[in-house]
């Protein structure tokens, strides 16, 4: 069985978490079923002194926690699970330091394990596109607001980690980061979008 990552594994900037998660195994234990998957897509988010305003933590009141973004501020290896567009759960890991929002958001994992669940999660779609974005991902491994602040660190929990091989460098590409509608440059082009080249479930 492999390892949990631990909360020092976090403790980095969200851009180094966010590639050396690449190729690593996100576990979501459901009615004592896992159901997991390979991470192939991330994004970076607040990993700079000055502040990112494609982030929540930075753009929202004026870079101080607010209800929704205080867990983005808390200890590393924290999940932050939010809400957006009024219809989709997004799931992201606090990294970096205690009090500097920072983290990384999970934008589509290579489904290994339980895929009959996931599939009537996402109400019978095919293989292809159970996990292959941010929302497809949430809805097939029932991620939820019940999950925001979980500790992905605890022995105990019901969503983790697992440790695997690291993903060379040279398979690994990068660029802007998708969805920030009217966000500014140069935080709009920022190439913190991290991805494992060629892999069939990147999102489209």
Known sequence: ???????????????????????????????????????????????????????????????????????????????????????????????????????????????????????QNRHGRSQAQLTSGPARLTQALAIDKSLNAANLCDPQGVIWIEDAPPIAAAQISAGPRIGLGKTPEPWLSMPWRYWITDNPFVSR
């Open 1 to 119: 069985m492999a390892q949990r990552l631990d909360q020092l594994f976090y403790s980095r900037t969200a851009r180094e978490v966010a590639q050396d998660l690449l190729g690593k195994q996100l576990v979501r234990l459901l009615d004592g079923r896992r159901l997991s998957g390979c991470i192939v897509e991330t994004e970076a988010y607040c990993d700079t002194e000055e502040k990112d305003l494609a982030c929540h933590g930075d753009r929202a009141n004026n870079g101080r926690p607010t209800s929704r973004t205080a867990v983005m501020f808390g200890l590393a290896g924290h999940a932050y699970v939010y809400f957006t567009y009024g219809v989709h759960w997004m799931f992201n890991i606090v990294t970096g330091q205690e009090g500097q929002a920072n983290a990384v958001l999970i934008r589509a994992l290579e489904p290994l394990e339980g895929l009959e669940i996931m599939a």
